[in-house]
């Protein structure tokens, strides 16, 4: 009879988790959206809680403490996007009219003609005619094309954003209490080990994004550094802050992030020296061939890489999350194919806080006799 | 009639002291605190309710925190060769476990309820995220559990020749 009960009861919650499961899938395109914010407030709120802690230390109050911190990053955010986008209109207006003129497209092809007559002989193909010129024009065509689905997808970015940062501001107002909400579900049993595995989380998380958020800076820091030395060597580099701290937020994703800020700078040594004879005919260290500074940004950046992965990174982020590097590529691997360079960039994290999550559940198993 | 407004707004004038802060009150550790201090303490605690004879924690189990008696009793025991040895009977308003807020090492002995019991619980980890936002309020627990510990260490010194005898 017992065998038969037992039997009943793993049939109806086989079906409750198949219809769990199923529910969860009929509506996840719904609350995907809304998941991906609550993570994003998630993470901002680590990151931002103890920077509202120690100012509430100051001020004694909560309240007064989120506010200032979420003022603060509202308007650093705001800042850097209004000038870069002011800043990139510019650009972006200035090479148009370049592009325009018809000595610059003189300019592109006789560069195109000289770099193949500097080729050797076994690299020319029959494709003699194409004209680099109109190829060119094709590809900013294209350029703008996506430049404009970018504003569109810009107003669904704002919106999600002041989303998230509402999110963040009750998350972290009331960030204690939400948590003592959410251990009080814990069983007797197992209450103190779930403090101790959330409070682990927390301290993984909070150090990770913090030594992460220290390495960019120090990546932005010195990619400006390096593209200002560049332009004392006449490299003609615009935008420089902005590439720097490009390079730095692209550096939290890794392996992939670091070539993220050399492509813009490619793009604007580019940009700013077509006709320049000089720069087309650069060598670096006087031996190598280097056109536009080309090779010149890519060592700056390869030496900027190599100080954040040998120094800074060691230093700031450590063994915070303590994964083993071909881990990290298949974490990273999982989450690109999942939710794209989103799930790049919080792929890490998540491995880590599954790390800690496996080392608690082997701790608890061992001492199952003592609970 | 009360307008909400105005009850909404002076709220916290007459506002009744809670349970838990009066439990709180009662604990050495918690001496000396103002009645604001001792309510950002009771946010930081979290009250659990047990059946009679259910295991608070087991001896040599993972320690995180200590326990005050709101009501209902707890058995504090070591288990001998099979034999229950009952080192202590708790009441309201006794409090166990304290030394977990400063070290991890697992419990010295097992908490058992003998009858339906309602705790407080106040944890390493909400003591150290205390430490990171009111040092001022965290020093002043750290220090009257010191002086808890030092006082345990006192009487088990005086009892220490007794025994010898």
């Given at each position: 009879m017992d065998k038969q009960k037992n039997y009943i009861q793993l049939i109806y919650r086989l079906m409750v988790g198949l219809l769990s499961i199923g529910f969860l899938y009929v509506i996840w395109p719904y609350i995907s959206s809304v998941l991906l914010m609550l993570v994003f407030a998630f993470l901002f709120t680590t990151v931002l809680l103890s920077s509202v802690d120690s100012l509430e230390r100051k001020i004694r109050n909560r309240g007064i403490s989120v506010l200032a911190v979420t003022i603060g990053l509202i308007a650093a955010i705001s800042i850097f996007i209004g000038s870069f986008a002011t800043n990139l209109a510019d650009q972006a207006g200035d090479f148009s009219q370049r592009l325009e003129t018809e000595s610059f497209m003189d300019d592109f092809n006789s560069f195109i003609d000289k770099t193949k007559a500097k080729l050797p002989d076994f690299?020319?193909?029959?494709?003699?005619?194409?004209?680099?010129?109109?190829?060119?024009?094709?590809?900013?065509?294209?350029?703008?094309?996506?430049?404009?689905?970018?504003?569109?997808?810009?107003?669904?970015?704002?919106?999600?954003?002041?989303?998230?940062?509402?999110?963040?501001?009750?998350?972290?107002l009331n960030y204690h209490q939400f948590k003592k909400s959410l251990v009080s579900f814990i069983p007797n049993k197992y209450f103190e080990v779930g403090l101790r595995l959330i409070y682990n989380i927390e301290q993984q998380v909070s150090n990770y994004l913090r030594g992460q958020l220290?390495?960019?800076?120090?990546?932005?820091?010195?990619?400006?550094?390096?593209?200002?030395?560049?332009?004392?060597?006449?490299?003609?580099?615009?935008?420089?802050?902005?590439?720097?701290?490009?390079?730095?937020?692209?550096n939290l994703i890794p392996l992939v992030g670091p070539f993220i800020g050399m492509l813009i700078a490619f793009a604007v040594a580019l940009m700013n020296n077509l006709g320049n004879e000089a720069a087309q005919a650069h060598m670096l260290f006087n031996a190598?061939?280097?056109?536009?500074?080309?090779?010149?940004?890519?060592?700056?950046?390869?030496?900027?890489?190599?100080?954040?992965?040998?120094?800074?990174?060691?230093l700031l982020?450590?063994?915070?999350?303590?994964?083993?590097?071909?881990?990290?590529?298949?974490?990273?691997?999982?989450?690109?194919?999942?939710?794209?360079?989103?799930?790049?960039?919080?792929?890490?994290?998540?491995?880590?806080?599954?790390?800690?999550?496996?080392?608690?559940?082997?701790?608890?198993?061992?001492?199952a006799h003592l609970l | 009639m009360k307008?909400?407004?105005?009850?909404?707004?002076?709220?916290?004038?007459?506002?009744?002291?809670s349970e838990k802060v009066i439990a709180l009150k009662q604990v050495p550790v918690f001496d000396g605190l103002?009645?604001?201090?001792?309510?950002?303490?009771?946010?930081?605690?979290?009250?659990?309710?047990?059946?009679?004879?259910?295991?608070?924690?087991?001896?040599?189990?993972?320690?995180?925190?200590?326990?005050?008696?709101?009501?209902?009793?707890?058995?504090?025991?070591?288990?001998?060769?099979g034999s229950k040895n009952v080192?202590?009977?708790?009441?309201?308003?006794?409090?166990f476990g304290e030394i977990a807020l400063l070290d991890t090492e697992p419990?010295?002995?097992?908490?058992?309820?003998?009858?339906?019991?309602?705790?407080?619980?106040?944890?390493?980890?909400?003591?150290l995220s205390l430490m990171e936002r009111n040092p001022a309020l965290s020093s002043k627990i750290l220090t009257n559990l010191g002086a808890v510990l030092a006082e345990r260490l006192r009487k088990t010194n005086e009892l220490l020749p007794k025994s010898d005898n």
């Open positions: 690299t020319k193909g029959g494709n003699e005619d194409v004209d680099a010129a109109s190829k060119l024009n094709e590809v900013v065509g294209d350029l703008m094309s996506t430049l404009l689905s970018f504003a569109g997808a810009l107003g669904s970015f704002v919106f999600n954003m002041i989303m998230v940062i509402i999110f963040t501001i009750i998350l972290l220290l390495a960019a800076t120090s990546v932005a820091i010195m990619s400006i550094i390096g593209l200002y030395i560049l332009n004392f060597f006449g490299a003609n580099l615009t935008l420089v802050i902005f590439i720097g701290i490009i390079a730095g937020l692209a190598i061939p280097s056109p536009f500074y080309i090779l010149d940004v890519a060592l700056m950046f390869i030496i900027v890489q190599q100080v954040d992965n040998n120094f800074i990174t060691p982020v450590g063994e915070s999350v303590g994964l083993h590097p071909i881990m990290v590529m298949i974490a990273l691997l999982i989450g690109g194919t999942l939710i794209g360079p989103m799930g790049m960039l919080f792929a890490v994290p998540a491995a880590g806080i599954i790390k800690v999550i496996g080392h608690e559940i082997s701790f608890v198993t061992k001492n | 307008s909400p407004l105005w009850s909404n707004l002076f709220k916290n004038w007459n506002s009744q002291e103002s009645n604001k201090e001792l309510v950002e303490i009771e946010k930081l605690t979290h009250e659990r309710t047990y059946q009679s004879g259910e295991h608070i924690f087991k001896n040599k189990a993972p320690s995180e925190g200590m326990f005050i008696i709101i009501s209902g009793s707890v058995e504090i025991y070591l288990d001998n060769a080192l202590a009977k708790l009441t309201n308003p006794d409090f419990r010295s002995a097992g908490a058992i309820t003998t009858s339906p019991s309602t705790l407080l619980g106040f944890f390493r980890p909400d003591l």
